[in-house]
Structure formats: structure tokens, C-alpha cells
Nanobody, 124 residues
Framework: QVQLVESGGGLVQAGGSLRLSCAAS????????MGWFRQAPGKEREFVGS????????DYAGSVKGRFGISRDNAKNTVYLQMNSLKPEDTAVYYC?????????????????WGQGTQVTVPS
């Protein structure tokens, strides 16, 4: 069982930056690929990015590529989502998720555990 707790959300002006953190419980954090997803009001949950178990491989949605970066610190059981050049369309609840796969995945169904989410708001 893995428990995930996101933090770092808030309100930021367009063009600004924010870093989200996702802290995982347990001693097997490095056994999980991690993903970030988001869900805006009235929209379906969408993939943001993922990172492999080792941190050596990352993948991003086209809408955030070049602006967002994912990293992880396995010693701290934490994965990060650095968000730069934020836009109003980035407004959403952001969720981290853990997958038993070696590499991350785009589909939410590939993930076994989910956090409760943290709100990110970028006013227009």
C-alpha cells in the first residue's frame, strides 16, 4: 500500500512558476513509476507527465512539454512537478499517481495509487 500526499498548489499569475510535491509513504517508493495528472472543472482527467522508477526517463503531454519538468528524489520518497510559464488553461486539480510499472504511462488505469490532489489556479 502506498499513500500519496500532494502539496504546493496555489494561485499564481500567468507566466509564473509553481512546484508541486508528492510525498509517498512506505519503503518501496523506488519500485514505482510516478505520474502527474490534472482535472479541470467540467473536463476529464488528463495526463501531464510521468517519470520512471529510476528517474531516468520522463514523458510529457504536448500541452506542457517545454514548460513543466518532473523529477524525483527516491531517498526522500518524493516526486516533483516544476511548472513554469503557467497559463490560465493550466488551472486544475493536480494529482500524483504511482504505478508498479518500470516506466510511466499515459493512461490513468496503469496507476495503482492516487493522491488526493492539489489545486492550481492561474487567473486569466
Amino acid at each position: 500500500q502506498v499513500q500519496l500526499v500532494e502539496s504546493g498548489g496555489g494561485l499564481v499569475q500567468a507566466g509564473g512558476s509553481l512546484r508541486l510535491s508528492c510525498a509517498a509513504s512506505g519503503r518501496t517508493f523506488s519500485s514505482y513509476a510516478m505520474g502527474w495528472f490534472r482535472q479541470a472543472p467540467g473536463k476529464e482527467r488528463e495526463f501531464v507527465g510521468s517519470i520512471s522508477r529510476s528517474g531516468g526517463t520522463t514523458d510529457y503531454a504536448g500541452s506542457v512539454k517545454g514548460r513543466f519538468g518532473i523529477s524525483r528524489d527516491n531517498a526522500k520518497n518524493t516526486v516533483y512537478l516544476q511548472m513554469n510559464s503557467l497559463k490560465p488553461e493550466d488551472t486544475a486539480v493536480y494529482y500524483c499517481a504511482a504505478s508498479k510499472r518500470i516506466l510511466g504511462a499515459v493512461l490513468g488505469g496503469a496507476y495503482d495509487y492516487w493522491g488526493q490532489g492539489t489545486q492550481v489556479t492561474v487567473p486569466s
